[in-house]
């Protein structure tokens, strides 16, 4: 992986593929560092195959490549081949945005509409005024969810509009609180949106496959895994944790998960042995076994629940019997999970609320007040390795690293750092 020729060989494939205007998903299980292409990465999980970094930093801090400002949201930076693509508000307009990698200086723009009422009270600007979720990057085209549902399909070549969607007045979806901010899935030839309920859209022309009204979204992304041979869409929604096939949209099971507020922002994470986690404020995380019986139904039977592993926006990963993530919020600590019993093995305050990123054998930690920290985790502790500064202000999106350079954004800039 980290032999040069190699490395050199890759970098101008990707160059060439961009020339054709390819973006794409792996399947889940198929891992490369080439690309950033969805919410969490190749396969939404924040594990990538990279090169060994060094813990050799700089003593006065990572020095951006480059760094301009952007407007307001949370949406992951997606990276493929050499443009960045992503989701921010510019006064009364979303904007869908393609970027230069090399110096983060804008290719095209797709603005819309999107005006916001602070008056509305079925919604709240608190956290912000969006858009929050993450685009999705297939043969050429992205999908991005705005704000208040506005769905479109674009060409990464140039910006143009293929085919658009109002999910609220076509498709009669509910707003949640703080805005949609769950992040599009690919399936076959299909992108799944979870807006009101779930719905599969024809990737090509935007028209309807499917629709599942038995349940509202919430502000989680969905995941899809194949557990006792069934492949399953598995999102945290309204108040619980559902799962639905994805070539009809029929639900094959569904367990409560609700805080007073119904809230859930946490990504479910699944593991091969079919065990399912997910957290909430109040509820705390609750482990899950999945089971298939039949094609058209799945069991989910709980394993255990513990009250005090609440995770909110931050992620979590899970490598072998072991589970890392920053659990709590002003008072927030970095812990180790184990799968089968949810002990807490160890817990460290050393990092603020983060998300995170796992490259070879190295964690890289992204806190909420931008400090970026190179870290082992292991069984017996957090080790942190080097440390720096890269952002300042409310810095809840997750960053995309590709190779060895990391894109990071918060409410008002986006920059790019080479590390070591």
């Avoid at 603020?352 to 082992?376: C, Q, V, W, Y």
């Avoid at 999106?397 to 920059?415: D, H």
């Amino acid at each position: 992986m980290t032999h040069k020729n190699v490395n050199g060989m890759r970098c101008r494939l990707r160059v060439a593929l961009v020339a054709i205007t390819a973006c794409w998903t792996m399947h889940a299980g198929s891992r490369a560092f080439a690309d950033w292409p969805q919410w969490g990465g190749t396969t939404r999980d924040f594990i990538v195959d990279g090169p060994e970094l060094s813990d050799e930093w700089p003593a006065d801090g990572l020095k951006a490549k480059w760094r301009r400002s952007l407007g307001e949201g949370y949406s992951q930076i997606l990276v493929v081949g050499d443009r960045l693509f992503t989701h921010f508000r510019n006064g009364d307009d979303e904007v869908i945005a393609a970027l230069s990698a090399s110096d983060g200086k804008t290719i095209w723009e797709h603005k819309y509409p999107a005006p916001l009422d602070p008056a509305d009270k079925s919604m709240t600007l608190q956290y912000g005024q969006g858009p929050n979720a993450t685009p999705l990057c297939v043969d050429g085209r992205l999908y991005a969810l705005g704000f208040k549902g506005r769905l479109n399909c674009i060409d990464a070549a140039n910006g143009k509009v293929l085919w658009s969607h109002g999910m609220v007045a076509d498709f009669g979806a509910k707003i949640p609180y703080f805005g949609n901010s769950s992040s599009p899935i690919q399936h076959k030839k299909t992108v799944l949106v979870i807006a009101g309920g779930i719905t599969a859209f024809d990737l090509e022309s935007g028209s309807e496959v499917w629709r599942n009204r038995d349940f509202n979204g919430s502000y989680a992304s969905p995941m899809m895994a194949t557990i006792d041979g069934v492949l399953q869409v598995i999102a945290a929604v309204e108040g619980e944790i559902v799962a639905v096939n994805p070539d009809n949209g029929k639900t094959l099971w569904r367990v409560e998960h609700a805080n007073q507020w119904k809230t859930n922002l946490f990504t479910p994470v699944i593991g091969k042995d079919g065990l399912v986690f997910l957290s909430s404020e109040q509820v705390g995380g609750r482990m899950l076994a999945v089971s298939a019986e039949g094609i058209d139904r799945s069991e989910a039977t709980q394993l255990w629940l513990k009250p005090k592993i609440q995770v909110n926006f931050s992620n979590m990963i899970r490598v072998g019997e072991l589970m890392f993530t920053s659990v709590g919020d002003t008072a927030s600590h970095v812990v180790a999970v184990n799968v089968k019993t949810g002990d807490v093995i160890w817990r460290d305050r050393a990092m603020k609320t983060s998300n995170f990123i796992r490259t070879g054998n190295r964690f890289l930690m992204f806190d909420n007040e931008g400090l970026l920290a190179l870290t082992s985790l292991t069984a017996e502790k957090m080790t942190i390795h080097a440390r720096s500064q890269l952002l300042d202000d409310r810095c809840w999106t997750a960053p995309s690293l590709v190779e060895k350079t990391l894109y990071v954004r918060n409410r008002k800039e986006i920059a790019a750092f080479d590390l070591p």
